[in-house]
């Protein structure tokens, strides 16, 4: 009738921990020494888990020949953490050296993919900006000499320019008059071919897909200039010398604030001393070409 006497078992993982009491007479261990032996070693701690995750991460990277991650063989977190650093530091040590860094990939806008708008935009319209300057600082002289009849002037406001030829007949054109299907005669003028060109240049220099052309600040500062000289066309045909004087000297100031913003030599450069090419560049790539 007496109650059998107690024993104390340590528990597994040391005697740091708090003892388990049961009864001699029970026959079986404590419910938490138990549960302890069931589980699979290998995942009877947060560290243990965390090893497996790193090896695998290192298999997936082609690395897993040059690093060994140890799965720690206590329960606690700072077996754990020594064995990933030590193993991260066996891998960054090898002879073959670390892990190569991935490649920089675009990451949108212009620059995104293979090509951007910027290269497009100076084989298009580098030659027609550049023409268009040459013949604007070309008039420079005879306005503030006051020779508004200047034939400089002229020049650069006359539509001399033939974009596309009359007479010719136009293809696959049925079901029309003869006359309707021969192309008509089309003409700019300098400065309306440099207006639009400088405008569109101007555009494509975006380095996002987000950007707006109209809030561009290359874009505003260009069609500002346009603006003044409409004014000084203007002003040529009346006459009016010192509204023409002045106003040449502002379209000046924008177009040399114009020019760094796309990437064009300053004013004062040799590029302006001649006359240039306004055929657009074309760029081959096998069988495409740009």
């Known amino acids: ?17 708090r003892p388990c ?54 329960p606690g977190r700072r077996e754990a953490a020594a064995g990933i650093a030590a193993a991260l530091a066996g891998l960054l040590a090898s002879p073959v050296g670390p892990m190569p860094e991935a490649p920089a ?21 580098y030659g027609r900006v550049r023409q268009g300057i040459f013949q604007f600082l070309q008039m420079e002289k005879p ?15 006359a539509k001399n320019i033939i974009k596309r030829k009359g007479g010719l007949e136009i293809k696959n054109c049925i079901g029309l008059e003869e006359k309707d299907c021969m192309s008509k005669e089309k003409r700019t003028s300098r400065w309306l071919d440099m207006k639009v060109a400088s405008d569109l240049l101007a555009s494509g220099f975006r380095y996002s897909s987000s950007d707006v052309n109209d809030y561009l600040p290359q874009v505003r500062l260009i069609r500002a200039y346009a603006k003044k000289i409409e004014s000084l ?36 450069s040799e590029d302006y001393k001649h006359s240039w090419d306004v055929a657009s560049k074309v760029w081959c790539q096998g069988n495409v070409c740009y």
């Open 233 to 268: 066309k203007v002003a040529i045909e009346k006459g009016e010398t010192e509204e023409a004087q002045g106003l040449y000297k502002l379209a000046k100031l924008d177009l040399a604030k114009y020019v760094p913003m796309v990437e064009l030599e300053p004013l004062d």
């Open 1 to 17: 009738g007496q109650t059998p006497s107690a024993q104390v078992l340590p528990w597994p993982g040391g005697a740091q921990h």
């Open 21 to 74: 009491r049961w009864r001699a007479s029970v026959g079986r261990p404590c419910p938490l020494v138990a549960s302890a032996m069931r589980q699979p070693p290998r995942l009877r701690s947060r560290g243990g888990a965390a090893a497996v995750a790193v090896a695998g991460v290192l298999l997936l990277t082609g690395v897993a020949s040059r690093a060994f991650v140890p799965l720690p063989s206590g």
């Open 143 to 157: 306005i503030m000499a006051g020779a508004l009849k200047d034939e400089t002037l002229s020049e650069f406001f």
């Open 105 to 125: 990939w675009a990451s949108g806008g212009s620059t995104a993919g293979k090509y951007s708008t910027i290269p497009s935009a100076k084989r298009k319209f």
